[in-house]
């Protein structure tokens, strides 16, 4: 069953000389439980390409359906509560606030939309994550490895349709950046979580069980490994 679908899909920047085509033409479809990898070097549309899956962005032609909605046609707000619902965002630099504690970074969707966790998911993910003792200290007492997996606790909190991972061992040492794949991998088969990894680093892209490769604004390669 697909959860998304890209459909001519094309982005646009500035007019006359200064147009510029960051997405051309993107057609392509996610089944419910996939983890793809998008790759693509830099400026080949990768991360516009994300701002669109989640709804920060839209593109200028083309739709994008998300758990059967046509995220294109939302207005700001109801955009915005889309993302908060439907989208986990997982980003390079954990975008985690520094004045709260790790369990109220974990549950602020939750609390922006009024909302309690289940609690059952919440102690999955938490102890999947190995932060159980970590809930009350800042993220400023955390490492890297350790705030990356707070901000991936925060992105699967809502159960999220689709979760896109921008980049999210691009801060991290070699050893941390395989325990978080190998976390994703395990939230991916375990809570069959839906992820795209956008990502400029093949060896990381191998992580996943499906490589879609971008370059120009185009999908050049769609590779499944399994």
Known sequence: MEILKCNGVQKVFGKGESRVTALNGIDFAVERGEFVAIVGASGSGKS???HILGSVDKPTKGSVIVDGV???TLNAANAAIFRRRKVGLIYQFYNLIPTLTVEKNIMMPMLLDKRKPNQEH????IRTL????KLKALPSQL???QQQRVAIARALICRPAILLADEPTGNLDQKNSK???DLLKLFNRN????????????KIALGAYRIVTI???KIIDDQKRR
């Open 48 to 50: 516009t390409l994300l």
């Open 70 to 72: 046509d995220i294109n």
């Open 122 to 125: 919440y102690e999955t993910i």
């Open 130 to 133: 190995g932060i159980q003792d």
């Open 143 to 145: 490492s890297g490895g």
């Open 179 to 181: 325990e978080i794949i």
């Open 191 to 202: 809570l069959k979580q839906t992820i795209l990894l956008i990502t400029h680093d093949e």
């Open 215 to 217: 370059e120009d604004g």
